[in-house]
């Protein structure tokens, strides 16, 4: 499918395109998006800077669109989790970890994408669609283990697979800026979380009682 954040007529491919995210990428491993100059961006895929324009927005647009790049990690993590045949407690703990690993990978483009959307509505949008898409997926898998006895009955799925979702955006957000928690402890109260809301299960200090 076509990212939504190209503004071109749709073409079978385009090198240049991908050659100024591939040098967009670099560019945020060294330096933070309000200090990524698109001139130079430009400069270093080989095209002019009204290039850069030809195929993106601003950008926050080019950002959105190198973030889809990542999306696919997100969605094996998730097929992972809904799909695998295993314990809850290993499913919620092999998402989790996927879910930082797919962070560590692209932690630069994590932050770029948490400035870009402050600011940007286009921006705002995509990462709003992006968590949006895996809901069903997640609420599928919970009607799922509810009617196979798993899991007990409780709210509507949807709004809670939303709202576990939700925790797993702020958890990346505060990987990204740092806060009182490190990974381990912010994946054991994730765990939790997701363990208690969806299996009704009480875990404490890492055990399930």
């Known amino acids: 499918m076509r ?3 190209d503004r071109r007529v749709p073409q079978r491919s385009d090198q240049r395109r991908e050659t100024l995210l ?7 491993q060294e330096r933070s998006f309000d200090d990524i100059n698109l001139g130079e961006v430009a400069e270093r895929a080989g095209v002019s800077r009204s290039a850069f324009y030809f195929y993106f927005e601003n950008k926050a647009a080019a950002v959105a669109a190198l973030m889809e790049r990542m999306v696919d990690d997100t969605f094996f993590v998730t097929d ?4 695998a045949d295993q314990t809850p407690e290993s499913r919620v703990h092999i998402m989790l970890d996927g879910l930082f ?6 932690r630069h483009m994590f932050a770029a994408m948490l400035e870009a959307r402050g600011r940007s509505l286009p921006v705002r949008e995509f990462w709003d669609e992006a968590r949006l898409s895996f ?12 009617a ?20 797993n955006d702020r958890l990346l957000e505060r990987l990204t800026f740092g806060g009182p928690l490190d990974r ?9 979380i997701w363990l208690g809301s969806v299996y009704g299960i009480t875990v404490q200090h890492g055990r399930q009682l």
Do not use: C, K, Y
Not at 80 to 83: A, I
Not at 101 to 106: F, G, I, L, N
Not at 135 to 146: F, K, L, T
Not at 184 to 192: N, P
């Open 3 to 5: 990212s939504r954040t």
């Open 22 to 28: 591939d040098e967009l990428e670099t560019s945020l």
């Open 184 to 192: 381990s402890q912010l994946a054991e109260g994730a765990a939790a």
């Open 135 to 146: 809901v069903d997926a997640v609420a599928q898998m919970i009607r799922s283990e509810r």
């Open 101 to 106: 690993d797919t962070w560590e990978r692209h």
């Open 80 to 83: 992972v989790f809904t799909m």
């Open 148 to 167: 196979a006895g798993s899991a007990p009955d409780g709210i509507d799925p949807v709004v809670l697979a939303t709202m576990l979702l939700e925790v």
